[in-house]
């Protein structure tokens, strides 16, 4: 079943551009971070930041791999011929309240297990 009228996803550029900003801070903090741990406390081993810049590594691997599964599921939505997100959204507020917090909450801990699981990988 294919999409008749229906328009592309357009990508949220204000969102991209917040994500896109905040990892390029992240990855100009990765060469300064470990100098400038050690330039705050003198008393710092070589391992105290090693540990922050490999937590710093896992933050910005979990931001690339949140941002390519949005950017695969708008490339797939399309494909299925399922309408675009914005019809969704307004669909899933006529939701009752039981409903829409089980849904956030299923995606808030989806959210959290794959930030964890970067984290484990990563250290």
Known sequence: MK????????????????????????LLLWPLGQSWILSADVTAGY?????????LL????????????FWL??????????????????QFKTLDSWKQLSF????FVSLLFAAVGCLIAIC
């Open 3 to 26: 999409n008749i009228g229906m328009k592309k996803p357009h990508i949220m550029t204000a969102y991209v551009l917040e994500i896109g900003l905040l990892l390029l801070v992240m």
């Open 47 to 55: 391992i105290d930041p090693g540990i922050w810049l490999l937590v």
């Open 58 to 69: 896992s933050l910005i691997s979990f931001l690339l791999v949140a941002g390519l599964s």
């Open 73 to 90: 599921l708008e490339r797939l939505w399309l494909g299925l011929g399922l309408p675009v997100i914005e019809v969704m959204v307004l």
């Open 104 to 107: 956030y909450w299923a995606s």
